[in-house]
């Protein structure tokens, strides 16, 4: 059974930093994509970053530039690295499995002055 836990989210001013971070379980991370979605209050949840099994990246237009998506696949970590947060990045963050319909809890990311 495949679990996902995101931890990393909080309140930030624009121009700040923060670090995402999806514990997976019940899946081998070498051999599958992950991805990082968000979905804000009212919208459809979009995909901002993925990344294959062989280490491929892909961003939203809206984040290239300024988010990172990286694994560590003996810790089981996806990770979501954002820099230059702009408050349109407000939303809840969702780590999943490509291709599946395994979600995490999410974690609130706010950015506001």
């Known amino acids: 059974q495949v679990r996902l836990v995101e931890s990393g989210g909080g309140l930030v001013q624009p121009g700040g930093s923060l670090r995402l971070s999806c514990r997976v379980s019940?899946?081998?991370?070498?051999?599958?994509?992950l991805g990082w979605y968000r979905q804000d209050a009212g919208k459809q949840r979009e995909l901002v970053a993925g990344?294959?099994?062989?280490?491929?990246?892909n961003y939203a237009d809206s984040v290239k530039g300024r988010f990172t998506i990286s694994k560590d696949a003996a810790r089981k970590m996806v990770y979501l690295q954002m820099d230059s947060l702009k408050p349109e990045d407000t939303a809840v963050y969702y780590c999943?499995?490509?291709?599946?319909?395994?979600w995490g809890q999410g974690t609130q990311v706010t950015v506001s002055s």
């Open positions: 999943t499995v490509t291709g599946s319909d395994q």
């Open positions: 990344i294959s099994s062989r280490g491929t990246t």
């Open positions: 019940g899946v081998n991370v070498r051999i599958v994509g």
